[in-house]
Each structure stands twice: as C-alpha cells, then as structure tokens.
C-alpha cells in the first residue's frame, strides 16, 4: 500500500494511475484477511469472535463507503480522487 501510495503523485499517466489502485487493492484484502490472526495475539480467547466481528463490520463499512466518496470526489476534485481513496484506505488501517 505504501508503493501504491508513492507511486501515485510523480506520474499522472493512466498506467501508473491503474497499478496505484491495483496495488491499494491488494493491501485492502491483505489487511481484510490478517485481521484474524493479528487479533488472535492481541486480544484475550474470551473476546476474539466479538474483536474480529467489530474489525470486520469497520472494514466493510469502511469497504462501501470508499466507492461512493471516490464518486463525490471525481465530481468535486477531478484528479484529487486517489487521495480520497488513500484516507479512506488509512482510515480502515487505523
């Protein structure tokens, strides 16, 4: 994700733009899939199903909501969109 995220502004072609969003793809599904045995050393075995449910329901959330403000921004900040994804991005990270 952090490639995708410097690779993004030094280039405004639409093969740099395509591989940006490919690899920000790419870390969205790992962080969805390590969320499980990440928790699993962090939170206690009584908490686990609700610790990974509650990371799951934010990601997804996170998930659907990262489609429609990139369509707002397109509408309001043309190129600027690639930013709103990344906060978005870093924002189900956190």
């Known amino acids: 994700m952090a490639a995708a995220m410097m690779l993004s502004p030094t280039e405004d072609s639409f093969g740099v733009v395509l591989a940006s969003f490919v690899l920000l793809g790419f870390g969205n599904t790992i962080m969805q899939v390590v969320i499980n045995p990440l928790l699993?050393?962090?939170v206690s075995s009584e908490k686990i199903t609700s610790a990974v449910t509650f990371g799951q329901y934010i990601k997804s959330t996170i998930s659907f909501i990262g489609p429609i403000l990139i369509g707002v921004a397109a509408t309001h900040f043309g190129r600027f969109i690639f930013v709103v994804y990344v906060?978005?991005?870093l924002l189900?990270?956190?």
């Open 92 to 94: 189900a990270f956190f």
């Open 87 to 89: 906060a978005t991005t």
């Open 40 to 42: 699993r050393n962090v």
